[in-house]
């Protein structure tokens, strides 16, 4: 270790050591990633970097690191400089604060199933294609029906992607400033926000956070942003190397060319790829009707297709697999039925 380094850390020749909060806050990173079975997974559920860097990190607690002399060896932190250490322990805070709700969060994926259609194989793609590219085109739009399978998406690119999840709200278009979108943003990827955060604040420390690191951002209901929350995915994409996919519904998203043209306009030129998931395809509503067989299954899978094109999407699916269970060889007039009571219990609940 230089000269410069020890210096940086405390007096020359001593190794840095954590003082009561920075102990408290590895000890309980240390929890948590005992409740998982191995590091490796708990970086991979939990950190925006890998267990390469979490295993240094935690080396400040080993007792065991000394040298023959019983001098402790230097860690991970006396490499750094006093400032950084400090932006280091608020990011492990920021990190220990949503580890419990992304374990809800995970709970509940993990309670859905996920089918894989071909809509969510093709935003797959373009988030390995976004990952890669130099320039800043990488939103990942997909306009679509509520029912279109949304949710189960943003689950499955968490599950595989480590995708964090915004929840967008109806403040976001009300939002003036964009201070709104910009700390629910901060807040999903694990950026520690302080009381009294101004937006150049929570916007350096954004951009600094995301530095060397490859990020997917869902943005669901995307229909509410507004114009600075636009501006915001501008400012994203051309500081950061974040991969966002933002889902919206059709008619909601036209209308930002008509009240946010220009934001509009440079959203779309970053733009890599648009998938509609509007019109269902055969092979996707196929994947509910495992345990069913159709008299016909062409001809019945292309009648659940096509009406639940033109209403409730895979809900509307999953209700007519549901009245259809158990059935074999159903007929034409079987499905008409199912398809028949599903939309009118959908209709209802909708009113």
Same mark, same amino acid.
């Given at each position: ?24 806050? /590895? ?12 590091? &490796?997974?708990? %970086? ?16 400040? /607690? ?17 490499? @750094? ?10 990011? /492990?805070? $920021? ?14 994926? +993990? ?6 259609? +071909? ?6 793609? #373009? ?30 690119? #968490? ?10 709200? %109806?403040?976001?278009?009300? +939002? ?14 694990? &950026? ?22 490859? /990020? ?67 092979? *996707? &509503? #196929? ?11 062409? %001809?019945?899978?292309?009648? @659940? $297709? ?13 209700? &007519? ?12 007039? *079987?499905?008409?039925?199912? @398809? ?12």
């Amino acid at each position: 270790m230089s000269t410069e380094t020890k210096a940086n850390n405390g007096p020359t020749g001593t190794v840095w050591q954590p003082n009561d909060e920075q102990r408290a806050v /590895l000890e309980a990173l240390q929890a948590e990633c005992a409740k998982e079975k191995t590091t &490796v997974d708990f %970086a991979r559920k939990f950190l925006p970097f890998g267990r390469s860097l979490f295993d240094q990190m935690m080396d400040a /607690l080993d007792p065991k690191r000394v040298n023959a002399q019983g001098e402790r060896l230097p860690s991970y932190w006396d490499k @750094i400089s006093p400032e950084t250490v400090a932006v280091k322990f608020e990011e /492990l805070e $920021a990190i220990l604060e949503e580890i419990p709700r992304k374990r809800i969060q995970a709970a509940r994926a +993990s309670e859905m199933e996920i089918l894989v259609t +071909s809509k969510i194989r093709a935003v797959e793609v #373009a988030v390995r294609e976004c990952s890669v590219k130099p320039g800043p085109e990488r939103i990942i739009l997909c306009p679509g029906p509520t029912g279109a399978g949304k949710t189960m998406m943003c689950n499955y690119l #968490a599950k595989k992607h480590s995708a964090r999840i915004v929840e967008v709200r %109806a403040g976001w278009r009300r +939002s003036e400033t964009g201070f709104v979108p910009l700390m629910d943003i901060c807040k999903a990827i694990g &950026v520690r926000i302080k009381p009294g955060n101004n937006m150049s604040d929570m916007e350096d420390k954004l951009v600094a956070f995301c530095e060397g690191r490859s /990020l997917v951002l869902c943005f669901d209901e995307g229909e509410h942003f507004g114009k600075q929350a636009l501006n915001l995915l501008k400012f994203l994409t051309n500081k950061t190397r974040i991969v966002i996919v933002l889902f919206a519904v059709t008619r909601e998203y036209e209308k930002w060319f008509s009240y946010f043209e220009n934001e509009a306009e440079q959203t779309a030129r970053r733009c890599h790829a648009i998938i509609e998931t509007s019109v269902l395809d055969t092979k *996707d &509503v #196929a994947l509910f009707f495992k345990g069913t067989t159709f008299a016909d299954e062409s %001809a019945a899978l292309e009648m @659940i $297709a096509r009406e639940a094109s033109t209403f409730g999407h895979f809900s509307l699916v999953k209700r &007519v697999a549901t009245k259809l269970a158990g059935i074999t060889k159903a007929e034409p007039d *079987d499905v008409k039925k199912a @398809i028949h009571r599903a939309r009118l219990e959908m209709r209802r609940e909708v009113k």
